[in-house]
C-alpha cells in the first residue's frame, strides 16, 4: 500500500533566481561561475524558458514502515523570454 503525506513548512525558504538570458557564454560555464550570474528579482514570466536545479531524496518515517520523498528545489535560471 502506498501511502502520502503532505507536509506544510511555516518558513519561508527563498529560491534563487539567476537571470542567464542575457549571457553569451557556454552553458557549463555559467553553472561552474554561478556565483557571478546576476539575480532575476521578479517572478519568472509564464512562457519564459528556465532551468531548475532539484534534488529528490527518500527516506524512511521512523514511526511508520513506509518510505517518504521530498523534493529540494535550490535555484531556478532565467535562459530565454517569450517574445510577443
Not at 529560491?15 to 557571478?36: C, E, G, Q, T
Not at 519564459?48 to 514502515?65: K, P
Request: glycine residues 2%; proline residues 6%; aromatic residues 16%.
Amino acid at each position: 500500500m502506498i501511502y502520502f503525506y503532505l507536509l506544510t513548512f511555516y518558513w519561508l525558504t527563498v529560491v534563487p533566481i539567476y537571470d542567464a538570458h542575457n549571457l553569451d557564454v557556454y552553458f557549463p560555464d555559467i553553472i561552474s561561475s554561478l556565483k557571478n550570474v546576476p539575480r532575476f528579482s521578479e517572478e519568472l514570466p509564464p512562457g519564459s524558458c528556465a532551468v531548475i536545479a532539484y534534488t529528490i531524496n527518500t527516506f524512511d518515517r521512523r514511526d511508520e514502515s513506509i518510505v517518504c520523498t521530498a523534493f529540494n528545489v535550490h535555484w531556478a535560471m532565467l535562459l530565454g523570454l517569450q517574445t510577443r
